[in-house]
Structures are given as C-alpha cells and as structure tokens.
C-alpha cells in the first residue's frame, strides 16, 4: 500500500524527464511501481515511481521509428512495445536487453500478451497492414494470422474477450478459446472515426470512444438491450457570448476522446480527451463520478471566453495498487500540422494523480 504521504500534494506531481516528443502510450507494471512511457522519438523510458509519486528515470530502448504501444507480461518481467518500424521488442527488466520477438509488413499499432485456452502466454499483435497476429515467444513465426478489414486502430483484451477496432469503424470480437475466427464483426455504434476501444476486466463488455466525444458500451453476447452511448469531452457554446459564436443555439465544441482506462478492481473507468480534462465514469450504473476539468489540471480554463482548451490528454495508466493514475499530455494531431507547437517548446508532460476512493469506487447498487 502506498503511505499516506501521497495524499499530501495540492495538485498532481508531473514525472521528471518527460519525452521530448508526443507520447503514444504509458504503461504501469503489474507488480511494481514501474512505469512505461513510449514515445513518438523512438523510445520507451521506464522510470520508479515512489509512494510519494516522486519519480526517477530508471532504462531506455529504442526502436527503429516512433513506438505506438505497450504491454506487459502478467509476471511483470517483461515489457513488449510496437512501433511504426513494422517490429513489436520485448524488454527483460531483470537483463535491461530488448529483443525482436514480431513483425508485420506495416507499423504494428496495437500489442497485447493474453492467456490463450490451450496454448498458454500469447503475444497477440495488430498492425496498419490490416492482419492480427498470435506469436509463441519461442518461435520466430505468428502461430495464427487474422485478417483484419481494415488497419487496426486499437486492440484490448480481457479474459477471453479480444476486440480490435479497424479504420473502416469496424468492431471485430474474438473470442480466445477460438482464437482463429473472428467471433462477431459489427459497424461501430458511433459516427465517426474510432480511437480507442478498451474491454471490461469482467470480459463481458467493452468501451468504445470516439473524434466526436462520445463512447459507447457494447455487450457482445447477445444482450443488446444493455448496449448504450453517451456524450463527453464536449462544452456549450451560448450564442452571442462572443464574438464569432454560431447563431444556432445548441452548438457545442466537441474533443476526441483519446484514452480509456479500467479500474481492475471497481470495473469503473476514466476517458482522457483532446480537451485536456480526466473524467471518471461507472459504466455499469451508467454514472459520471468525478471530472478534472482543464481547469483542475492546470490546462486551460473552458469558462472563459473565448475558452482556453489545455494540451490533449492522450494516454492514461493506472498503477497495479490503483492509488496512482498517470495521464500524459501532448500533442494529438486533432489539428493536423497547423496544431504542432513552435519549434523548441515541449509541451509533453506526464502526470501522476494521487487517486480517491470516492473518484474510482462503483456506485452502490439501487435498493
């Protein structure tokens, strides 16, 4: 357990030594206090991160190109990262060496290491050259290949349930006691480009976000009636509150949402958006628990006007005791080359947030 003496900071601890560049993805060990940043310069950092939520860089290694995700071994041991060089390595905490252990004929976006049925500790990867792939460490070839109907965008795998969401805003659901077939394909319930997708830890559900501030929650065993969407990451804007406002009552700004997060324990989740605010949610009693709005996070101030939005939020992590979350602010490329900070300037940050119980804890079911 961490020390009370976390509680003790006003506001949110930034992590020392960020990257120079945007971060793709962050990733807490499941057994320590060990976080992983990957990063668009090539390179994952791990860095200690005390009771205290102080922080110290602890290894790096670097791929070929910029890296686009993390997973862990459930031991703990192992880091595996998946970048634009087509090559997911995996890192041995223990030797601090990094080996190649897959590869597509595309950057790989997406990487997972999940129990397979039958055939124990899987490597499971998705790339843009529109293929899944299982591997077996032991093996320099993929044990299976899924084709994919388009490049995979996101991947999340929980108990049995793996689910990849493809840039055609398809939805595949695999079901892992048979893994080479894809369970069910559906259109996303959601308009618009899919961003992130993330499973329940329960494995019966899965969360879906997306460009246009919204996230669905999809059960893909045939309930449908527990299927349901939701707005957020989204701000009024009155007419006439200043110059330049539409005329059209009911307009609103509208934020990708970037990153879902699960807690392991409370099943209750947080969404990140290109806002630049945190907001935690229970998707089961269909509740908002607690929001940190730009304001909160030192990122802006959406009540003024015109509204300052903060720097995006585009990765979260909670840590394995989950008393920590991290949140990672950069640059998202929602506003494409004209959004890129001026040379010189980092606006990258990592932050870790001392968690409360009553932001993360389900609500008490309904008498």
């Known amino acids: 357990m961490l020390s009370s003496a976390f509680r003790a900071p006003a506001k949110d601890i930034e992590l020392t030594s960020p990257p120079p560049d945007s971060v793709s993805a962050l990733a807490f060990s499941p057994t320590a206090d060990i976080l992983a940043v990957a990063s668009w310069d090539n390179n994952v950092r791990l860095y200690d991160v005390n009771s205290q939520g102080q922080s110290q860089g602890k290894a790096m290694y670097s791929h070929q190109a910029p890296i686009l995700d993390l997973a862990w071994s459930k031991d703990g041991q192992f880091l595996f990262s998946a970048g634009c060089d087509n090559t997911a390595q995996m890192y041995n905490i223990q030797t601090q ?9 595309a950057p790989i976006k997406c990487i997972e290491y999940a129990e397979v049925p039958g055939s124990g500790p899987v490597l499971i990867t998705a790339g843009w050259d529109k293929k899944l792939k299982y591997w077996d460490l032991r093996s320099p070839n993929p044990i299976a290949t899924l084709d994919l109907s388009d490049r995979a965008y996101s991947m999340d795998v929980a108990q049995s349930l793996l689910v990849v969401a493809t840039g055609d805003r398809q939805i595949h659901v695999v079901n892992l006691s048979s893994p080479t077939t894809i369970f069910k394909s559906i259109e996303s319930p959601l308009k618009w480009q899919t961003r992130v997708v ?42 006439g509150t200043m110059p330049g406002t539409p005329s059209v009552s009911g307009s609103q700004h509208v934020f990708a949402i970037n990153t879902i997060t699960f807690h392991k324990t409370q099943y209750t989740f947080c969404t990140g958006g290109s806002d630049g605010s945190l907001t935690f949610w229970d998707g089961v009693a269909r509740t908002k ?10 990122n802006g101030d959406t009540d003024a006007r015109p509204p300052q939005f903060g720097t995006p939020i585009v990765a979260t992590s909670f840590n394995h005791t989950h008393e920590i979350i991290a949140y990672a602010f950069s640059y998202d490329w929602s506003k494409g080359h004209g959004g890129v900070p001026p040379a010189g300037s980092n606006i990258t940050k990592v932050m870790l947030h001392p968690v409360k119980p009553e932001e993360v804890n389900k609500k008490p079911p309904k008498r």
């Open 97 to 105: 060496q990094a080996q190649q252990v897959a590869q597509h004929d």
């Open 289 to 298: 628990l607690k929001t940190f709005s730009c304001k909160d996070l030192s």
């Open 198 to 239: 993330k499973c329940f830890p329960t494995g019966d559900a899965y969360a879906i976000g997306s460009v246009e501030g919204r996230v669905a929650i999809q059960y893909p065993g045939g309930d449908e009636k527990k299927n349901y969407s939701f707005k957020c990451h989204r701000y009024d804007i009155p007419t």
